[in-house]
């Protein structure tokens, strides 16, 4: 099946700090990515839909200018947390389409990168 | 009300034994489901879609009630390697995300 990775798996920052997390799909292209974020013991939510180029739809509630996303090619999406605090220590996961995809729902997620902002 | 709601469980059940999970959503314009499977720590990983008819693929049953606007999810026989969080997932036509529900916790022991 299709395989996206996530980089990096596990990160520790200082509060201020930024991080950036890389999304990739490996052996197909992606027109359109997803970036969640799931706290412990809850269910995934949506942050935003990641377009190739275009500007990124965030969900509501969710800061565009603190969570930059940029998908500038067909496989690679990155999430950038820009001045992170403890409030943002979650599970960061990312999911890819096909391009050309019919098969609703079909997803391909990320292992996840794990967040801890201390 | 949450758009996905699942009684987040545990559920402890011994192998072999046949366990049911049931999901409510409450947006009727919902027109597609899912069963996924995330096991601690890791990524989510789609176990199967849920069509109107109900399916099956092995072990695994699904069912969808539109009237009710409800799912579920049996499995038989369970081994222990069934032990992880089964999140429902909804989706409506013409939109591309996918919302989740919490998840139900399933622990299978031996």
Same mark, same amino acid.
């Given at each position: 099946g299709a395989v996206v990775s996530q980089h990096p798996s596990r990160v520790i920052c200082k509060s201020g700090t930024s991080v950036k997390i890389e999304c990739r799909s490996l052996d197909f292209q992606a027109t359109t990515m997803f970036w969640y974020r799931q706290f412990p013991k809850k269910s995934l939510m949506l942050m935003a839909t990641s377009n190739e180029g275009s500007k990124a739809t965030y969900e509501q509630g969710v800061e565009k200018d603190k969570f930059l996303i940029n998908?500038? +090619? &067909?496989t690679l999406s990155t999430l950038t947390v820009t +001045?992170?605090?403890? $409030?943002? +220590?979650s599970f960061y996961i990312c999911s890819a389409r096909l391009? *050309?995809? &019919?098969? $609703? *729902? $079909?997803q391909y997620f990320g292992p996840g990168t794990r967040l801890t902002v201390t | 009300r949450k758009e996905v709601e699942q009684d987040p469980g545990p559920f402890n059940v011994p192998e072999g034994a046949t366990v049911a999970f049931n999901c409510t959503y409450?947006?009727?314009? %919902?027109q597609s489901f899912f069963w996924y499977r995330q096991d601690c720590r890791k990524e989510p990983k789609l176990l199967m879609s849920v069509y109107s008819s109900g399916n099956e693929d092995g072990r695994f049953t699904a069912q969808l009630n539109r009237a009710s606007q409800y799912i579920s999810l049996l499995i038989r026989?369970?081994?222990? %390697?069934?032990s992880a969080t089964y999140l429902c997932v909804v989706k409506k036509t013409g939109f591309q995300k996918l919302v989740f529900g919490t998840g139900t916790r399933l622990l299978v022991s031996p």
């Open positions: 998908h500038a +090619s &067909l +001045s992170a605090h403890p $409030e943002d +220590s391009a *050309g995809d &019919l098969r $609703e *729902g $079909e | 409450s947006n009727s314009a %919902s026989d369970s081994k222990l %390697s069934d």
